[in-house]
Structures are given as C-alpha cells and as structure tokens.
C-alpha cells in the first residue's frame, strides 16, 4: 500500500502563486507516475499534471505555462508549482500515484485551493 498526505493549499488572490506538496509513503518503490488531479465544485475530477519517475511530464492545456509538476524521488516528494492563479483555477487538488502500466490507484485526502478575484 501507499499512503499520500498533501499540503500547501489555501486562499490566494488572483494572479498569485502557491506551491502544493505530496509525501508518500509505504510501499514507495512501486510507485511510477505521481499526478495532480483537481475538482472544481460541480464538477467532475480531472488531470492537472504528472510525472512519471523518470521525469517526464504531462500537463492538461488549462494548466500549460502555468503550472509545473516536480518530483523529489530521494524524498518521495511530488510538488505542483502553480503560477498566475485564476479564480477557475478554485478546486479541492487531490495528488495521486500509479505503478507502471496501471490506473492512478492511491489517493491523498485532498487539499483546497481557493482563487480570489
């Protein structure tokens, strides 16, 4: 098993920054790709961005130029830097993590990133 603990949501102005941070922990080795999923209210969950662990990157159209996924293998640390904050950017951010060849299957509890106009 795997276990994901996020932090560094919050409220922030439009246009502002903020830095969101994954730890896993558990059965790390057999984790591959790390990922960013957000839900907006209303709406259904969808992919921001992920990394798999040899770096490569893959970004949703909403988030390109703006967001930056990173990964921190020796601390097992995913990281989304968000730049240029929009209110539509307001979401519950959920970071997720797959072994290779399969479905994002382990979860974090969520973290909330509000946008102010």
């Known amino acids: 098993q795997v276990q994901l603990v996020e932090s560094g949501g919050g409220l922030v102005e439009a246009g502002g920054s903020l830095r969101l941070s994954c730890a896993a922990s558990g059965n790390i080795f057999s984790i591959d790709a790390m990922g960013w999923f957000r839900q907006p209210p209303g709406k259904p969950r969808e992919l921001v961005a992920s990394?798999?662990?040899?770096?490569?990157?893959n970004y949703a159209d909403s988030t390109k130029g703006r967001f930056t996924i990173s990964r921190d293998n020796a601390k097992n640390t995913a990281y989304l830097h968000m730049n240029s904050l929009k209110p539509e950017d307001t979401a519950v951010y959920y970071c997720t993590a797959r072994r290779r060849f399969s479905q994002y299957e382990y979860w974090g509890q969520g973290t909330q990133v509000t946008v102010s106009s």
């Open positions: 990394i798999t662990r040899s770096g490569s990157t």
